[in-house]
Structures are given as C-alpha cells and as structure tokens.
C-alpha cells in the first residue's frame, strides 16, 4: 500500500497495464515525452518507448478514429481526451462507430478502446474545462461510462476498464485529481494521503464496473452521486448531522440500479447529486428508473441538485457549482416533505 | 430571375451538363499512355506531385497494355478479374432488379466501378486489410465471399453475417479481412490508418488499404487519415473513388473544380496517384507500386480512381433528375468489363464465345444463390433469427438492463 | 387552405421564409438542383437561384460551421442535415460555438441557424437511418429543440424557427414526411389529405415555440408524446377505448411544463412515449419533471415507453418501434396500478 | 530498454532538441530574401506551389527591406506598428506577473509572435472581419481596443466583454471586427469561411481572415475550411500560426514534418505562402497580396507564418519539461519587435531614445490600465456582476426554467 494521489493511481494503474500486455498503449494529446497536462502518464514514454506512449497530432476525431482501428487490429488503446470538453469532434467515432461495431458487424468486429477524460468544473476552467458529459454517453448504447471517486477505485475501475472487451469512457473529475475536494473552497485543500481510499495497492486489482458503492450508510434518505460530488455529498451530510445514505454509482452504464432501489426502498426518500446541467443530464434517468421501481416506497419527491442550465461560467463558478448548502438544503426538504 | 435574388459575388460551383442537355465530357483531358512515368517507390514524395495531375494508364485505345506502368500479369489472373467484375455486375443486375420487385428494402450497384475494386483486390495479398465504402462489393467477389452470403446480408435472414442488423449491402467479413461498412460516411478511412499503425507497431508487413468516395473526401474523417498517416507514415492506401457524383451532386461540389482528389495528400508530403480508374491494368499497377511502398516502409498513399458511376446512386436515386441520361454512354474512359475483355482478346486469351457462356454461368450461379439464400428466410417470409439477437452484441456480455428489456420485448 | 404532405408543407414554409427576406438560404448535401433527398426543397433552387439553396460539400461540421459564420453576418441559414443520423460530426460546431456564442461573448455574437434533420424509423433504414437523437440536443443548453407532428404543425414551427434568433434544431420526423402512420404497419398508408393537419393555409403563419398541443382531452391518464409517435399515441388510446389525455409536447426544449403538469394534476398518472433509446431518453427528464411537480398527484407509478437501448435493427424493426401494442399495455399497467 | 518494448516499425516523429540540449536549428533552411517572387495576384494556384516552400522575407540580415515582396508602407505606420508590438508584449509581461501573484486565474502570452497579428491588422480594412485563436491579441491593440477593457475581460469583472463568463484572453469584441475567440481549437476557420461566403453573398468586398495554430491544423474544422473556401472560392485569408509547437509537441507531430504548412491547400488549389512570421514587412505584404486576392474574387489564400513560440504555452505550463531552455534566443528568424526597430533606426525614423521612452510610456500606461481595472472589479473583489448574468444570454430571452433556476440561485 502506498499514499496515491488520483493522478498517482491512475498513472499507477497504466504502468502497470503496459507492463501486462504489449498490445496495450496510450495514445493522446502531450501524454508522450510531456507525461500529459494533468502528468497522468508522466515517466511511461520514458519507460515503454514512444510508439507505446503516444504523442498525437491535436485531433480528437483523428485520434479516436485511428485507435478503433488500432483496436481492430488486437491492440488496446488508452485514449486521452485532453479535457471532456473536447470530446465532440470525435462524437461521431465514438457514436456511429467505437459504440456500434460489435452489433452492426454482427460480433465480427470490435475495438477495446478506454476513452480517459477529465471532466468537471471547480478549477476556474470556465466553460470549455469543465464541462461534465456524462449524460451525452449514456444515451449512447454499446458504451460503458465509468466515473471514479478516489485514488483506490480511479486504479480498480481503470485496470478493469482497459480489461474490459467493450469500449469504455472512463471520466476523471479534475477536481480531486491531486487532493479531496468537499465544495468548500475557503477551506484549505487537504491531501489523498489524509483520506482511506489514498491508500491505494500497488499491485495489480480490479474494481467491477457496474458496482455502485454505498459510501455511507444512513437510514432516513439515499443521496445519490458520482464523481466530485461524492465528497461534497460526504461533507455536507456530516455538517448537517442527518442519517443519510451515500450511493456513489461509480458506473453511469451499466447502472448498478438494484443498489440504489434497495436502498431507497428502504429510506422512502431520494436525492440525486451531479455537476452536470440539469436537462437531460444523467440524475433524469437515475429519478425515472427510481421513480418506475419504488413508487410505492417513496415518501417524498424525488429531488435533483445540479448545475444550472446554462455554460460552466468563469465568473459564477461557485454559484453554479452545487455546493454542500444546495444538498443540504434539498436533503431537509426531502426528509420534511409528506 | 426572381426579384427577391440579389446581387451576389459568390461563387457556386455547377454541373457542366443538366437533363435535357446533351452529355458533355470535354473538359476531361486524357493524357496519352505513354505519358504516364512510373518512379521509384522511394522518390521523395513531392518530386512526384506531377502524377496526381496526369493519369496512370495502361491500357491504350486499341485495348493493348502499353507504357511504364503496365504491370506483370498472368493471363488467367485477367481472366479471373473479368470473372469478378462480370460477377459483381450480373449480381448488382439481379438484386437491383429484386429491391424494384419487392424483395428487398434497398440496393446499390457499382456499375461501371468494377475495376476499382476487383483489379485493386488483386493486387494486394490476403492479409492485407480492406476498409471499403459501400461501393466495393468486388473486393468480396474477388477475395471469394460466396454470393449466396451476400445475399443473406441483403436479406437479414438467418444467415445473414451482420445478423438482421444492417442495411443490405453494408458487409461485414473478418475472415476475408473485409471490415464491416459503415452508413456513416468517411469514417473507416482513419480507421484503416490506425490498422495500418498497429501493423507496424507488431512490426509486421501486413498493409490496409481503404476507399472514399469523392463526395466524402469532404468529412473531416479524411483529413484526421491524412494526418495521421503522414504523421506516423503509416503502412496504408488510400483510395478516392471519384465516380463525378454524390448523390445528386457533381464532383465540383465536393472541390474538384480547383485541383485533383489525388492531390489532397500534397499538403502533408504525401503522394498522389491519378488513375483511369475504368482501365483494369491501371488499377492493378497503382495499387501494387502503393502497396510496395507502404511495406517497403516508404508511407502511405492516396490513389485517385477515375471512374463514373454508371447508374443512380442506389435503389432510392433518380438520376433523370440531375443529370442527362444515357450520359455513361459518353463517357470517354469507357466501361471497364468491355475493355478488359477486349484486352484479353487481343491477347488470345479469351474470345466472345467464352465471354457469353460465362455470363450465363455466371447468370445461373447467382439465380441458385439467390435460390439457396431464400432458403435461410427473407425480411418477412421463412426461417427469421431469434429476436435476442436484437439485444446481443450491443455490448460483449448482456448486461442486466438489456436482458430485462429482452424479456419485455419477447413477451410482446 | 390546401392539402399538404408534411414534406409540401416544409417546402411551402421554407419558399415564404426565402421569399419574405433575402438573407435567409437554404444549404445543405443535395438540397440544391436535386430538392432534398426526401425533396423538401424541391423547385426552391430553381426558383431562388443556386446560391439561396447551396449544394454543399459532405461535411455536416463544415457546413454548421460555415453557417455560423454566415449568421454571424447577418444571414440566416436553413441548414439541412440529410439524416439526423449524420449530426454527429456537426456535434462540436453545434455544442461548443452555435450553442453558446451568445453566452460566451456577453451577447456580442450570436448566430440564428436553424438545422433541420429527418428522425426517427420506420422506413427499414437500418442503424444509420432511424435515429432519434432528441435527448442529446436537450442536454445542450443555448439551444431550442422542436419537432412537429403534423404538416399544419410543420410549417408554423418551422417558420417561427427561422424567425426565431436562437439557434435551433428542427426534428422531422421522416416517417410521416408522406403520409399518416400510426405504427399499424399492415395497415395501408393514408395521405395527410385525410388529416384535419394536413390542411395547411398557403399564407405565412408561425406556431409558438415552447408550447404542447393538447391533442385530445382525456380525464384517466395522460399519454405525453412528439412526432410520428402522436399518432401511434392517438390510434393506440382508440383502439383501447380508454379516457386518455394525448399531449404532443411539440418543442422539447423549451419543454412547456405547465400544460403537462396541469394534465397530470388532473388525470394523476402519466405515460411517456417516444422511439428514441430508453436510457438517457428525453423521457427520463419528462418523468423526473413530473414526478418532481406532480408528486402528490401521482396515482401510479410514471411509465416510460420507448425504443430498446439498441441500435435500430433492419430486421427486427417492428420490434424495436414502440407501437400501439406497447403503449397500450403500458396505459393498462398504469390504468390499474394503484 | 524495457523488456515490453517490442520491435516495431511504427514511425513516432520526435523533437530534434529536448531539455538538456543545446537548441539546435539548423534543420530550417532560410533562403536569400530575393529569392522570393511575388506573383501576380490572378496566377493560377498550381503556378504559385513553389511559395508554400520557400519562405517570403523583406527585411535581410541588415535590417533593410529588399526584394519583390518589400511593401509600400509609410514610416508613421511602421512606428504604429512597432508601438503595438511592443504594446502586446508590455501587457503580456504584466498580466503574466500577476497571474503569478494570484490575481488571474490564468494569462497566454504571443512572446516573439507579435507581427503576425499587428501587421496582419495593420495590413487589412477595417471592414474586413477576423477570426483568432488565442495568441493575437496583437490584432485588438492594432484595432484599437482599450488596454483597461483588455483587462476587464481577464479579470471577468463589471466591464467585462464576455460578462464574466469566458476564461481570461478568450477576448471578444464585435465593434472592432474581432470574433469572439473559442477555447475549442480549430472551430473558427470555418466559421470565417462562412462570414466570408456571407460577404460574397451580399456582394460587397470585405473579407474575413483567420488564425490557427499549427498544432490545430490538425482539426477537422481546417479541413471543412479548406474544402469551402476552395468550392465557393471564399474571400478569406487562413493564417497557420506555425510556432513550432502545441503545448509539449513539436509541429513534426501535428504533420510538419513531410510538408509545409502553406501547402496544406494545394490538394484543394488554394495557394500557400509560407513567411517569416517575425518579419513585420513580410506578413504585412503577404496579408496585402492575399487580401488583393481574396478581394479581387481570386479566391482563397493559406498564410503559413512561420515563428517561434518564445515562451511556454501558458501560465498552466512549464517549457523546461520538454524542450531546451533558452531556444528563443537561438531561433534563427531573430525577434519581431527588435528587427522592426532596427529597419526604422536604419530608415533614420526611429532612434534608440525614442525607443527607450515609448517602453516607458506603454508601463506606466498598461499600469494605468491595470490600476482602472481594478476599480471594476477582480473575481473576488470589488464590484461584481449581477447574479443574473449567469443566467442571460444563454437564450435570448430568459426562458421559464432559466427564470426558475435564476430565483434558486438566488435565493442561495
Ligand atoms: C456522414 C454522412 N453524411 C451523409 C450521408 C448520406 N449519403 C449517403 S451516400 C452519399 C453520397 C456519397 O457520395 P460519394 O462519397 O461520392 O460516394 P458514391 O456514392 O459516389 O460512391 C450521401 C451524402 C451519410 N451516409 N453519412
Ligand atoms: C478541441 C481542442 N482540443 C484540445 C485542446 C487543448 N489545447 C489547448 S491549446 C493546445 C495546443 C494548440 O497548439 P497550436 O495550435 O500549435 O497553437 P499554439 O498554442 O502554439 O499557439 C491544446 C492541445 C483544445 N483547447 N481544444
Ligand atoms: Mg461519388
Ligand atoms: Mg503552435
């Protein structure tokens, strides 16, 4: 066991993939000699060589596109995205192909792709550094969409992700990448290493993907979350003193919905908690599927806290970022309504 | 001239020619076969700019091989590419004829563009990898796919090797290194690069070749190829079939009024072949000197196909809208089978009568497959596949959310 | 008044919107010389000349993207993208600039495109030809998402579309581009000149933006739906004989809550219907509204019915379409819960 | 040598210097200023394929404007033109220090990129619309924009452009033509294109040029780009800003390795001139004869300006993790600002005092600038924008559930 940052794990947990198997490499923008711009792969060009860490021309399409050919040909790529926000030029490679291939081909064909994103806000990225997708991926079938929390389920759920046949966008919220993050951005920073899940195996493991994780269990309401939002969830639940259950999901597809409808069928109240835009984003599906399941145990309505419908701005960043005193506010409006 | 049409300054490009007119291909320069000069696969690429403007030919007007690049060639490996390309015509011919009856809910020829396919097929070897467009279904013909399995293709019937999942004519064959095709336009092309990369990451000598048509050279996906295959010198063909039309839309429209489609890869060092892509000779000689440069580890290279496509665009088109008709008829570069054919009786090695009789075998072989293929159910009549497979393979394993709407959709 | 096809209708808004100003075009793959594939802009060019109904390129992100910087001088193109299908590598030009120029340059820069797509199935077009890609467009805030019903619906939508100085995605639903279909696929087609909406004045109207149709008065269930499924909706309820309340929500964002909160108060159950993938489905965020507002109301839980979290097959496409049988199970499960 | 490393025959292009190195360039050839040749604006694109390799110089080794390309250009406007660069790089240095002291979230400095937008500027109309990435600031201080309404945008503050809402540098400002800059690459040389189209259509002659760093190239939008513009022949100017990197990477790993820049248009017949982007006389007069062109209906021009990234990518980065310190000081094409001043102390028109004087008045006017944008508000201090601003313009007018979402922000 060592202390990891999300960063240490994950680069970490690449290492020790291209050690595995020599079919595996990343591929992305500064990844190469530069170890990326968040250093996630830092050192492992200098280790396996430049054709197995690969620096690419500026061109998400291009990239995504030329992995699933590589993917095709037995190699596993490790994509990066350079943030999440510059995903959609290669929209169209990861929809009407990467996702499509297996089924169109009738089985014939395939391509493991891991698709590395970070996502989210909180960083004063504005619009175009912290957009949080998610949504957009889980409409898009014959995708898995997996999204860590810490250091210690960022190198279980990335090792299994890059095992995993299926292609797979893995989202990495920039926020906690280098410290735990609980939304109050006047309090100091505090490192992985003060946190459990900082404690990270450096052997190799795997995490399954389409496991929710019950984070903390509570009796009065489940509290639904993912990412960032998990540590904000933690913190404001703790500050209001409420008995609250804390689902992260961990997979946004395949969603672990029999985790989240027991526990709700169990506490009669449900919050969901995400970064994302409000319309259409992914907390819709987790109240819909919640709603259809456990109509009968529910004791209030199911509430969403959000970004607003509007862009990440620069300015506002804390006033659109959903802080602790949003959650707990919808928390109580949950635990007194009925 | 309408009042609300104002004064304007920008240019829109036009067909030269529109129904009603007569057809007109005088603007096509033909440069005499001789001209054609075929360098050495290690000539530094921009020192061979010139042969993206000119055109490889080999085949001169009496039907005989003539020039640098006429390539080495048995008579019976000619004799099986006319047996390919008349294959893949008797076949457009009959399901074309299908789909007007009923049979089947959409087609597309190729008529007029065997050569471009089959002659390139032969011409590279069986692990190479093909990332084809919809309109090279010679490619199969030639590496051997039975016509009965295209056919169930077209059928989505239970021996359909896409299992009821696409459009007929969208192939899919792994074991002849045929990667399935995409409805989406231009995507396979940077595809065919990466497999190419990987090829040469495991440092073997296998190359991809992949087709566009010139219409789709526009998507961006064709420049992310362009890019990556300079930047990598991937081991890689790409070929633009310009067939003049996208649909309804002249090559200008796509950017084939200001220079050539074999020219696109100038930009980033990468040369271009012109090639008549009707003359079957030519096809074979381009793709060959292309492939000994990818795996003499020389970098890609784009192949422009001359061709015209001879027919609509599918079983949805109607060209009388757009263009005059009978308009192939004219075109200067003439069909590829008639001159194949002729080439090969100039030789001595073929003659009509060989040529009629195997039409008609080839005519009957398909009438079985066809016969064969109904066996294994149709859109709507006989054996159907099971209705899971309409939720397998959307990922490896079936998760639980597709396995529950399984059983909603069985239960109706 | 006279009988309109939807696609007659389409044509007949676009040639008023070309007529009324001269810098409004038309441009997209074959809409010129040709008309259109499915010949909505049949005769325009003809009639405006070429370079008010433009040929273009296959480059559906160069021709979102050309058109930006033509509204941004002052144009307003009609963009077409030939299948809804082919969006996607429009997706950066639609997400990152046409959807948020306004925002990110304080209001100094916008662009009023209007991109009209043909969705949906039913046609056997396969994978590539049926999408439904609605729920990918709402999450994208900065833009208005409409898609009409009828030829009447059609043209009045439309022309407020091109009216309108936000961007806009226009949804057509192919499948009753020609005629009536109300998912009975055994049944002969009928030609909208048997519909009250397939009489279209030949005058200039526009439809509010943002409005639902209450298509017909119910008191048990309301049945919310849009596009070709309105009259999968209508035809199912008629054949069932139940006292369903058919609300065709025409504008999915922005989506105008009140009328179908105001049905659901009423009826107090609720049915959701559309073609499009069920997960992260445009009906996820309906149902989470709703539940949200209507919590009190709600008799029985909020159904969801909608096309498989799979690609559209060829094959099996009467499977995958959610006809009548479907949706009236779905209005009996909910009629009886409770 | 690690024992995963397998044998390979994949090209990965490299840098020729890293950190530890002494920077080397001796790989770029500069040939003699008057090997340059200026043709005339109506040659044929193909006549003109030779530019996009050479390089357009005007000032040689001296300082003196020679050969065909040397422009007409009065003294005042040079002056002018030195005063804006050395205007950029006095902001650039101030903003840049305070992004270090904490008081913006970020700055990106254009450090020895200055005359590719301030001649280019100087070079168009008024009328004539641009559209940058995000190292041309040059182009708002030659047009005229306020070094304090500068500020305000990075500081996101009551006077803001973009209302608080974009990053620091992501600069819009419709009065002086400037297009709202993207923080996703490449999406606004189509978008120029389009403008231009517009201005065709309506049949006046602005025009509208374009700036895209080299590594962007690589984007599918500069394909879209170039394929428009050569179809409906746009009346546009496509600068490729080649400062030799993108962030960590070389240009060889955006494809400048095989060919130029400037000849990424030949495959569509759009001429290319590549340029000594730190020759303020040289970008001028390119810029002057690609928009003579672009006015003159003769199409499409691509610029590549060939210079060098002086500093590191941003205030996010750190240069010394992959390429050698001190390279700016080898870069064989000198500084912009000191070649322009000393082509003007030549001419007699400017003098090492007035120099001197001018660097004072621009500090303390860029601190004077500073010291106002401050009374407007900082992100965290000071007067601020409403909270209704996150919320408008979103649409143009607020919808319902914005309204809603606006009174819960609100209320807190
Ligand atoms: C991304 C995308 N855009 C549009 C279409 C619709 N479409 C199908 S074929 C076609 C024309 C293609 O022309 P070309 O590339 O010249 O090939 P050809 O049909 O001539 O062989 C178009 C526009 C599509 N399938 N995919
Ligand atoms: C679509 C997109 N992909 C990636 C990025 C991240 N990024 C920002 S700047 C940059 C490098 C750009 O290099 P270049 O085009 O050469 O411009 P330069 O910074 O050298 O001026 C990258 C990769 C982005 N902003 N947008
Ligand atoms: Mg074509
Ligand atoms: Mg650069």
């Known amino acids: ?338 | 001239m309408h009042h609300n049409r104002p004064e304007t300054r920008i240019h829109i490009p036009q067909s030269p020619t529109r129904p009603g007119d007569k057809p007109d291909f005088s603007h096509i320069k033909i440069p005499p076969v001789e001209a054609g000069r075929r360098p050495a696969i290690d000539t530094p690429a921009h020192e061979m700019d010139d042969l993206a403007f000119g055109l490889v030919r080999v085949l001169d007007d009496q039907h005989q091989a003539c020039g640098e690049w006429k390539p080495h060639i048995a008579a019976q490996k000619l004799r099986d590419g006319l047996r390919y390309m008349l294959q893949v015509r008797l076949f457009d011919d009959h399901m074309f004829r299908l789909q007007r009856q009923g049979s089947l809910t959409f087609y597309l020829k190729c008529a007029g563009e065997e050569a471009v396919a089959v002659a390139a097929a032969q011409a590279l070897r069986s692990g190479d990898m093909l990332f084809p467009t919809y309109r090279q279904q010679g490619l199969l013909v030639a590496r051997g796919l039975p016509m009965v399995d295209m056919m169930c293709e077209c059928l989505s019937n239970t021996h359909d090797m896409n299992k009821g999942r696409q459009l007929p004519v969208l192939y899919s064959w792994a074991e002849g290194g045929f990667f399935t095709i995409s409805g989406n336009l231009g995507t396979q092309v940077p595809q065919a690069v990466g497999w190419a990369m990987a090829a040469a990451y495991k440092n073997n000598d296998d190359i991809a070749a992949t087709w566009i048509g010139d219409g789709s050279t526009a998507e961006g996906d064709f420049h992310y190829a362009l890019t990556f295959a300079s930047v990598y010198k991937a081991p890689v063909i790409i070929n633009v079939v310009n067939n003049q039309w996208a649909i309804s839309t002249f090559q200008a429209v796509a950017g084939g009024e200001n220079s050539t489609f074999a020219s696109r890869g100038h930009g980033f060092g990468i040369p271009g072949l012109r090639v008549d892509g009707n003359d079957f000779l030519a096809v074979y000689a381009a793709t060959q000197w292309a492939a000994e440069r990818a795996r003499a580890q020389a970098g890609p290279t784009v192949i422009e196909l001359y061709t015209y496509r001879a027919e609509g665009h599918s079983t949805s088109d109607d060209p009388s809208k757009y263009r005059p008709s009978h308009d192939y008829d004219a075109w200067p570069l003439g069909d590829p089978v008639e001159r194949l054919k002729q080439h090969l009786i100039g030789l001595g090695e073929w003659s009509e009568a060989q040529h009629e009789s195997l039409i008609e075998k080839i005519r009957s072989d398909v009438s079985a497959a066809y016969a064969e293929a109904e066996q294994y159910g149709t859109l709507d009549k006989g054996p159907r596949l099971s209705l899971s497979t309409m939720f397998e393979d959307v990922y490896k394993d079936m998760p639980d959310h597709l396995q529950k709407q399984l059983k909603q959709a069985q239960e109706g």
């Not at chain 1, 929390?149 to 919220?173: H, Q, V």
């Open chain 1, 1 to 338: 066991m060592a202390a990891m940052s999300m960063v240490q794990a994950l680069n970490n947990a690449m290492d020790l993939a291209l050690e595995k198997s020599p079919r595996t490499l990343i591929m992305g923008e500064d990844v190469g000699f530069f170890g990326g711009v968040f250093r996630c792969t830092e050192g492992l060009q200098q280790k396996y060589g430049a054709h197995r860490v690969i620096d690419t021309p500026i061109a998400e399409g291009g990239i995504v596109g030329v992995a699933i050919g590589m993917g095709v040909n037995g190699l596993r790529p490790i994509v990066e995205i350079q943030f999440a926000d510059y995903f959609y030029p290669a929209m169209d490679q990861i929809v009407s192909e990467l996702a499509r291939l297996r089924y169109r081909s009738g089985g014939e064909f395939w391509a493991p792709l891991t698709i590395r994103m970070p996502c989210g806000g909180g960083i004063y990225g504005g619009q175009t550094h912290s957009q949080s997708p998610e949504a957009l991926f889980a409409h898009v079938c014959g995708l898995k969409t997996v999204i860590p929390s810490t250091p210690y389920d960022a190198k279980g759920l990335l090792l299994a992700s890059i095992d995993d046949d299926n292609p797979l966008i893995f989202l990495e919220p920039k926020r906690i990448y280098n410290g735990v993050f609980d939304g109050d951005r006047d309090k100091a920073a505090t490192g992985w290493d003060q946190h459990p899940a900082g404690e990270v195996p450096e052997n190799y493991y795997t995490l399954p993907i389409g496991k929710a994780n019950i984070v903390r269990q509570g009796n009065d309401t489940t509290l639904i979350t993912y990412g960032t939002m998990v540590h904000v969830a933690a913190a404001a639940v703790e500050k209001a003193g409420l008995d609250v259950e804390i689902i992260d999901i961990r997979t946004i597809v395949p969603l672990d919905i029999d985790t989240l409808t027991g526990s709700v069928q169990k506490t009669g109240r449900c919050v969901i908690l995400h970064e994302a835009t409000r319309t259409s984003g992914f907390g819709a599906e987790i109240s819909a599927q919640i709603q259809e399941q456990c109509f009968w145990h529910l004791q209030a309505p199911i509430e969403r806290v959000t970004g607003w419908d509007t862009p990440y701005p620069h300015l506002f960043e804390w006033d659109y970022f959903p802080g602790q005193s949003r959650v707990i506010q919808a928390l109580q409006r949950v635990l007194e309504a009925g």
